[in-house]
């Protein structure tokens, strides 16, 4: 049983920061990958960012490169992604998953968060 549990969304002017965290909590690590994805209301879900769990690669969307950075604490299990100068239009739901493809489709992903509320306001 792999479960994720995603903090640190909330309400925030362009141009603010914000850091993302996905705690994961398993018995066995199951995923060689994790990514993040969003959701806005009336559009399909997004791949914006993943990197391989044991370290080194990431991949990130090109409406986010440059300004959001995906990062992982391998002792502490848990995923983060840094967001810098945020946009109205990068206001959705943020998940974190988790599966053993290094993919941008979601359906790649077997474990999934309940995500956390990102909003940008003008």
């Known amino acids: 049983q792999v479960q994720l549990v995603e903090s640190g969304g909330g309400l925030v002017q362009a141009g603010d920061s914000l850091r993302l965290s996905c705690a994961v909590s398993?018995?066995?690590?199951?995923?060689?990958?994790m990514g993040w994805f969003r959701q806005a209301p009336g559009k399909e879900r997004e791949f914006v960012a993943s990197?391989?769990?044991?370290?080194?690669?990431?991949l990130y969307a090109d409406s986010v490169k440059g300004r959001f950075t995906i990062s992982r604490d391998y002792a502490k299990t848990t995923l983060y992604l840094q967001m810098n100068n945020l946009k109205p239009e990068d206001t959705a739901g943020y998940y974190c998953?988790?599966?053993?493809?290094?993919?941008?489709?979601?359906?790649?992903?077997?474990?999934w968060g309940q995500g956390t509320q990102v909003t940008v306001s003008t």
């Open positions: 398993a018995r066995t690590i199951s995923w060689s990958v």
């Open positions: 990197i391989f769990w044991s370290g080194g690669s990431t």
């Open positions: 998953a988790a599966g053993w493809r290094y993919s941008r489709a979601p359906n790649e992903y077997d474990h």
